[in-house]
Nanobody, 119 residues
Framework: VQLQASGGGLVQAGGSLRLSCAAY????????VGWYRQAPGKQRDLVATISSGGSTNYANSVKGRFTISRDNAKNTVYLQMNSLKPEDTAVYYC??????????????WGQGTQVTVSS
């Protein structure tokens, strides 16, 4: 499946952004999707996941601030990011797989979208 991430930008601390991960070539509704992020000089970390059934999980660093959701009619998964902090600055990627526990082995990545949070 081809994924396209979008919605990044420059925002002040405390602001909000909504990222989108759109799928082409196959439906996302039967797939789990994860959002990852990679800051300069750091490894790529998992931020949030959503299963095909809608179950969600979050990294501790974003719990209570970020919300992952899906719109199967639009074949898109979103990441709503509120109360953004400078440490949220990173390139954000989406990834899909059949199940959440297989996301780590999936080759299906979207291109990244840059999120920059100014202090």
């Amino acid at each position: 499946v081809q994924l396209q991430a979008s919605g990044g930008g420059l925002v002040q601390a405390g602001g909000s952004l909504r990222l989108s991960c759109a799928a082409y070539g196959r439906t996302l509704s039967s797939n789990a999707v994860g959002w990852y992020r990679q800051a300069p000089g750091k490894q790529r970390d998992l931020v949030a996941t959503i299963s095909s059934g809608g179950s969600t999980n979050y990294a501790n660093s974003v719990k209570g601030r970020f919300t992952i959701s899906r719109d199967n009619a639009k074949n898109t998964v979103y990441l709503q990011m509120n109360s953004l902090k400078p440490e949220d600055t990173a390139v954000y990627y989406c990834r899909s797989s059949g199940w959440v526990h297989t996301l780590g082995q999936s080759p299906d990545w979207g291109q990244g979208t840059q999120v920059t949070v100014s202090s």
